[in-house]
Nanobody, 116 residues
Framework: QVQLVESGGGLVQPGGSLRLSCEAS????????VGWYRQAAGKQRELLAM???????ITGSSVEGRVAISRDNAKKTVDLQMNSLKPEDTATYYC??????????WGQGTQVTVSS
């Protein structure tokens, strides 16, 4: 059974930082491109950052310069560091994994609320 389990969400003050972590199980992690999306209330899900299986990084334009993504194939984890948080960063954050010939996998999501 494939699982992507996120952790690290919660309440963050404006200007603060957060680190989200996603641990995968049930997949050969190294062959997957993995990353993070988010979805705010009433908005479409948007890409934050993706770490491709070849090591390249794709970053969403809305968070360019504020995020860093890292993966550890041995631990089967992908982490997202996000800085200078704003109230508009409030959303549910989802871990994502894809590979050619495989279904696309999503985590259950973790809520991030940016508020004073």
């Amino acid at each position: 059974q494939v699982q992507l389990v996120e952790s690290g969400g919660g309440l963050v003050q404006p200007g603060g930082s957060l680190r989200l972590s996603c641990e995968a199980s049930g997949i050969h992690f190294a062959i997957f491109s993995v990353g993070w999306y988010r979805q705010a209330a009433g908005k479409q899900r948007e890409l934050l950052a993706m770490k491709l299986m070849d090591g390249r990084t794709i970053t969403g334009s809305s968070v360019e310069g504020r995020v860093a993504i890292s993966r550890d194939n041995a631990k089967k984890t992908v982490d997202l560091q996000m800085n200078s948080l704003k109230p508009e960063d409030t959303a549910t954050y989802y871990c994502y994994a894809e590979a050619p010939g495989w279904p696309k996998y999503w985590g259950q999501g973790t809520q991030v609320t940016v508020s004073s």
